[in-house]
């Protein structure tokens, strides 16, 4: 139902937050005991790393409730829910072309090394309103309608909706390492 004044709707929520330097080291020492840097998994066959890593399901369950709470003003623990999650691309020229995460309710990526900043690999977020900026004055209106672009840091944690597309510009150095994790909410 509309209210009265400004209605605010289709909002996508964007969430930015962060998880510590000792727990990124601590996911990176776990990852590399079980996983391919270099070549990371391109399948779930050998599961989900929220399933092999304890730690990086108790982060994500922080984080997603974080963003429960914020975003949404709901309770993550109203919900069943399972975690779909696995390593990125890491190497010298990965990127990764405009995409979404088809089914997940909401996806996110955890940024356990990213120190060199001035090496590409921006996250470009684009606007899910593909529709939206027919009829403007493009001069004019297409701040509104701007990908946002995201360089990574270290710790950085992104969480949105799963049908928002985004890309990975490429990156030129040695090592970055990323893990999504999407979240699938059960039907009750």
């Known amino acids: ?23 990124c080291t601590s996911l990176l020492n776990e990852i590399m005991k079980t996983e391919n840097i270099v070549k990371p998994q391109s399948d779930f066959s050998d599961g989900s790393l929220t399933d092999r890593i304890p730690l990086l399901k108790t982060l994500a369950d922080i984080k ?12 993550l623990n109203d919900f069943e829910y399972d975690f779909k999650s696995w390593l990125t691309g890491s190497t010298n020229g990965y990127n990764m ?6 089914g997940a309710q909401f ?12 090496q590409g690999g921006e996250l470009v977020i684009h606007d899910p309103r593909v529709n939206a900026n027919r009829g403007y004055d493009s001069n004019k209106f ?14 950085d944690v992104l969480i949105m ?9 490429p990156y030129h150095s040695s090592l970055r ?4 994790v999407d979240i699938f909410i059960k039907d009750n």
């Open 177 to 180: 390492i990323a893990v999504p």
């Open 107 to 118: 996806a996110a990526v955890f940024y356990l090394l990213a120190e060199e900043q001035d």
């Open 142 to 155: 297409k701040h509104f309608f701007s990908p946002i672009e995201h360089t990574p840091s270290t710790g």
């Open 97 to 102: 072309d405009i995409h979404n995460h088809s």
């Open 161 to 169: 909706p799963g049908y928002v597309y985004h890309s990975v510009r």
């Open 64 to 75: 997603y409730a974080e963003f429960f709470k914020e975003a949404l003003e709901m309770d």
């Open 1 to 23: 139902m509309l209210k009265s004044g400004l209605n605010n709707s289709w909002a996508t929520p964007i969430y930015k937050t962060s998880i510590t330097q000792d727990d």
